[in-house]
């Protein structure tokens, strides 16, 4: 699926066209040259929030899952947690 790239002034312009546009692929708003903001459709924002939700078995995840793991840090502020794990 393409993105559509369009600057916030031109996207406060054509918000109309813009908002159609998101219904068949994402609409990336950029502000001074940079990415700011993403409109897409709302089946397509279900669809990835339904990913952030996806339960799997230890036993299905792919070597691709595994690795993605591996390598993720956690998020700053929840280092005491592994005290935790350390402990028992």
Same mark, same amino acid.
């Given at each position: 699926?393409?993105? %559509?790239?369009?600057? @916030?002034? !031109?996207?406060?312009? &054509?918000?109309?066209? @813009?908002?159609?546009?998101?219904?068949?692929?994402? %609409?990336?708003?950029?502000?001074?040259?940079?990415? &700011?903001?993403? %409109?897409?459709?709302?089946? !397509?924002?279900? &669809?990835?929030?339904? &990913?952030?939700?996806? @339960?799997?078995? @230890?036993?299905?995840?792919?070597?691709?899952?595994?690795?993605?793991? +591996?390598?993720?840090?956690?998020?700053?502020?929840? +280092?005491?947690?592994?005290? +935790?794990? !350390?402990?028992?």
């Amino acid at each position: 699926m393409a993105t %559509v790239t369009i600057s @916030a002034s !031109e996207f406060q312009d &054509r918000v109309g066209e @813009a908002l159609d546009r998101s219904l068949s692929q994402p %609409v990336l708003i950029t502000k001074h040259g940079r990415p &700011r903001n993403v %409109v897409l459709s709302y089946d !397509e924002y279900e &669809r990835l929030s339904a &990913r952030d939700r996806r @339960a799997v078995k @230890a036993e299905d995840l792919t070597d691709e899952d595994i690795a993605a793991l +591996e390598a993720s840090e956690m998020a700053p502020g929840y +280092e005491h947690l592994n005290a +935790e794990l !350390e402990a028992k």
